[in-house]
């Protein structure tokens, strides 16, 4: 049985969301890095949240019976596999302090959690609202 996620729990995986993309954004913004470096970071984090919210989807689509190739399942947790990959081996040779490095791991596993939270409940959200629709139909 599908459930409308709670109002709490909806603000709550916003809320992380934003604040994981934001401390890791001034982080980037205030880090005494070269501009290139900074793009990489922000890349892997646009890349992360992507991978991210694409795995959710497509874990989703299959419990639902809606077909996802194999192909596009396998490159989402490729992907997902291959951000987490990239920002460790970037903090790893990065000139950073270790609570630097650390600030950045976990802002990012912070913002992946709660893309695939924001996902879930945005999903969750669309099937109840399809749901009351298609009773509020038969019952007109």
Do not use: C
Not at 43 to 57: D, E, H, P, R
């Amino acid at each position: 049985m599908n459930q409308q996620p709670s109002s709490a729990f909806i603000a709550a995986s916003w809320v992380a969301l934003l604040a994981g993309m934001l401390a890791y954004n001034i982080g980037l913004w205030n880090a005494q890095m070269a501009l290139n470096e900074k793009g990489y970071y922000f890349t892997i984090l646009m890349y992360g949240l992507f991978s991210a919210v694409s795995v959710q989807k497509s874990v989703r689509d299959r419990l639902e019976g809606i077909p996802v190739t194999n192909v596009y399942y396998g490159i989402s947790w490729i992907s997902v596999i291959l951000a987490i990959l990239l920002l460790t081996v970037g903090l790893w040779n990065a000139t950073l302090s270790l609570s630097e490095k650390g600030f950045y791991a976990m802002s990012f596993t912070l913002s992946l959690f709660a893309a695939i939270a924001v996902q879930k409940n945005t999903r969750d959200s669309q099937v109840v609202e399809k749901r009351d629709n298609q009773f509020a139909d038969r019952n007109a």
